[in-house]
């Protein structure tokens, strides 16, 4: 059975940074592309990070392009990722995924998902 727990998630004021974690378990971590996703309250959910399983290449979503960093530790089966200079409008549950597919920017390309984690970001 696949789990991916993630945590870290808080209450931070804006400017302020955290780093969220997701511990992968019931797969072979190091064949799964990984991201992170958000949804907000009333809002779709968006696309955060990805990154690859092989070259760890990053990829970001436009709103967190130079703030944010996703890295993967495949000895510790563990996803991350920084935030940094955290506005409110990255106020949103965060989910880390493993996919299924290499287009990383479609919900439909995730096999599995965590439960999420709250961030608040206060102004």
């Known amino acids: 059975q696949v789990q991916l727990v993630e945590s870290g998630g808080g209450l931070v004021q804006a400017g302020g940074s955290l780093r969220l974690a997701c511990v992968a378990s019931?797969?072979?971590?190091?064949?799964?592309?990984m991201g992170w996703w958000r949804q907000a309250a009333g809002k779709e959910r968006e696309f955060v990070a990805a990154?690859?399983?092989?070259?760890?290449?990053?990829y970001y979503g436009d709103s967190v392009k130079g703030r944010f960093t996703i890295s993967r530790d495949n000895a510790k089966n563990t996803l991350y990722l920084h935030m940094n200079n955290l506005i409110p409008e990255d106020t949103a549950v965060y989910f880390c995924?493993?996919?299924?597919?290499?287009?990383?920017?479609?919900?439909?390309?995730?096999?599995?998902w965590g439960q999420g984690t709250q961030v608040t970001v206060s102004s």
């Open positions: 019931g797969l072979s971590f190091n064949t799964y592309a």
């Open positions: 990154i690859s399983r092989m070259n760890h290449t990053p």
């Open positions: 995924a493993a996919y299924s597919g290499s287009y990383y920017y479609s919900l439909e390309m995730v096999g599995h």
